[in-house]
């Protein structure tokens, strides 16, 4: 099943991303890899492709996983997550639609 991933980042967290970033897109990378990500990517602050200083509200990733639980599980491993990027993440079923 489908599972959303919408994290929030706490304030001032932009230096703490950048370092975690590459760790956290190898990760990612790996679904892409087994064919698990719907889609993936960050929340600007702002209203922009780069928003520089701005830096992210969170990310969004949509999943595949065995169960909940493991989407839970995956989350919580995450590099942002444990350098203390997110100040929340919300793990959620999702059923896909469209297209």
């Known amino acids: 099943m489908w599972y959303v991933i919408y994290s929030r980042d706490r304030q001032n967290a932009l230096e703490a991303r950048r370092e975690a970033r590459p760790a956290h897109l190898e990760r990612v990378q790996s679904m892409v890899e087994q064919g698990r990500i719907l889609l993936a990517g960050p929340r600007p602050a702002i209203d922009s492709e780069d928003p ?20 839970r599980a995956w989350a919580d491993a995450d590099p942002y997550v444990t350098a203390g990027v997110y100040e929340s993440v919300e793990v959620t079923p999702f059923i896909r639609v469209l297209p």
């Open 52 to 71: 520089g200083p701005a830096g992210f509200d969170g990310s969004l990733i949509v999943a595949e996983f065995e169960s909940l639980e493991d989407a």
